[in-house]
Each structure stands twice: as structure tokens, then as C-alpha cells.
């Protein structure tokens, strides 16, 4: 088993409608002297691209929002062949130093293919969960995950460079469920996945729907997304969306959420 260090990990940042300087986990990322893809999504030039390459980070500008997974994808393109795991976070993660020397600790013992670390909210646990019974359930201690349903989000989740041989992100899934459809993939194909216990992250998922419209919008890629992950089950796909209608329309008071428009429209 070969001795891995730092330089063999590449992360992946996907920006949106901000200045990499704006972004957390860009900040630590240079902080802890870890490679860098940003893939920007931005529907205007925020001075992004001089500010990576200045940096010596690799800068891809996607031309508008393509989506999560086309961005994924073109930053799996610019892999380098000397890089051996792929890091993927989200645009506002804080990333300690210890957080990558506890997970090379863990690449260095471990035959996984992909390693999760423990992602945690002020309230509750977000990775690793368990997908059971087609919907995503809470797992409080992640020794009582069945391996045969694990799932988790993308951020923090390191996954081994030979896992991209033969999968890449399905662009039919604009932003939501990318990572729960990535697990349920790499269990069906058998890959190992590993649990960083003590290497845990901490992150704000809160709510960004502050407005009708931004909520209406977000609810219109989720019901575009739901569509393609549950293909061919068009039961699941219409409670849990129809779920989702009824939250908004109590929050908001309004029966516009019952019509949503096609993402291509927004």
C-alpha cells in the first residue's frame, strides 16, 4: 500500500454567483496548500478566473449555470495523472488542517474507495445517512448503518481516482439527490466505502429560500431532479414531490407551488 501525502488529493469547489474570495472552503482549501478545480457556475464575471490562476489552481469557466454534475464532470477532465483521490466540497465548508491529516491517516491504512467524514449541523447529522425505503433517513451513530443502504453528501466525501473510470455524474440531475444517486451507484457496484469517525465537519445548511421566488425556483430544479432520480418509480417521485408542494405552500400561503415550471424556463 503506497504512502499517500497531500499532493495526491485534488479538491473540487463549484461556485455560484460568487467571488472565490467570498467562499470558505476556497480560503481554507489555500490555507492548508491542497490543490484546487473551481468550476465556476456564475451567470456574471465576479474576477473569479485571475484569482484562481494568480493562485495556481485550475479555473474552468462553465458559461452560465450548467449544473452541478456537468460541472463535476468538466473538473474530472482536468484531472492531473499523478492525482489518486478526488475531494469534493461545498462552496462554504470551514476545512481544518486536521481534517485532511486525520483523512490521509485513514487513506493510508485503508483499502476504501470512498471516505465520508462526519458531517454535522448545529441540530442534526447530515453525513453519513442511510437511503432506506426510498427516501433519505437520519443516522445519529453511524455504527448502526446498514452498509447495504449507506449514502451521504458530497461535502468533505473523498473518493479514489479510479472510481471515475468508468462512472461519471449523470447530467440529467441539475443540483439535488447528485450525491444519494452517486452512493446508491458506487453500492450497486460492490466499491468499499469507509466512515471517518473522528473526522468531522461542521456546516450551515440553512435554509436559503427566503423569498417566494427563490423557493418557487428551487422547488422547480428539485422537482426536475426528483424526476430523473426516481426514473421508472413514478409513485415514489410523486409523494415525495407532492410532499415538498404542500411544506411551501403552508410556508408561503400561496398554491403557486402546485404548478412548476420547467428548469429551461426559470
Do not use: W
Request: hydrophobic letters at 35%; aromatic letters at 14%; charged letters at 30%.
Amino acid at each position: 500500500m503506497g504512502k499517500y501525502i497531500l499532493d495526491d488529493i485534488v479538491t473540487i469547489i463549484v461556485l455560484y454567483n460568487c467571488s472565490c474570495l467570498e467562499s470558505t472552503s476556497y480560503k481554507s482549501l489555500k490555507e492548508n496548500g491542497v490543490r484546487v478545480i473551481v468550476c465556476d457556475n456564475s451567470t456574471r464575471d465576479y474576477g473569479n478566473k485571475n484569482i484562481v490562476e494568480s493562485d495556481g489552481y485550475i479555473y474552468i469557466n462553465m458559461n452560465g449555470n450548467k449544473g452541478l454534475s456537468k460541472a463535476y464532470n468538466a473538473a474530472l477532465n482536468q484531472i492531473s495523472d499523478d492525482c489518486q483521490f478526488i475531494c469534493l466540497f461545498d462552496d462554504d465548508t470551514n476545512i481544518s488542517k486536521e481534517y485532511f491529516d486525520k483523512a490521509l491517516e485513514y487513506m493510508n491504512v485503508e483499502e476504501a474507495d470512498i471516505f465520508l467524514p462526519i458531517v454535522k449541523t448545529e441540530t442534526k447529522v447530515l453525513s453519513p445517512c442511510q437511503f432506506k425505503n426510498k427516501k433519505v433517513i437520519e443516522v445519529r451513530n453511524s455504527n448502526e448503518i446498514d452498509k447495504k443502504y449507506i449514502s451521504g453528501i458530497n461535502s468533505g466525501m473523498i473518493i479514489r481516482k479510479t472510481v471515475f473510470d468508468d462512472f461519471k455524474y449523470n447530467e440529467n440531475i441539475f443540483l439535488d439527490y447528485i450525491d444519494h444517486y452517486f452512493m446508491r451507484e458506487m453500492v450497486k457496484h460492490h466499491k468499499e466505502i469507509k466512515i471517518m469517525e473522528d473526522n468531522i465537519l461542521y456546516q450551515d445548511f440553512s435554509i436559503e429560500n427566503n423569498t417566494l421566488e427563490s423557493a418557487y425556483k428551487r422547488l422547480c430544479i428539485l422537482n426536475h431532479d426528483l424526476k430523473e432520480f426516481y426514473r421508472g418509480d413514478y409513485l415514489t417521485y410523486f409523494i415525495q414531490i407532492t410532499a415538498y408542494k404542500l411544506v411551501m405552500i403552508k410556508k408561503f400561503k400561496t398554491l403557486k407551488f402546485f404548478y412548476l415550471k420547467n428548469i429551461d424556463s426559470l
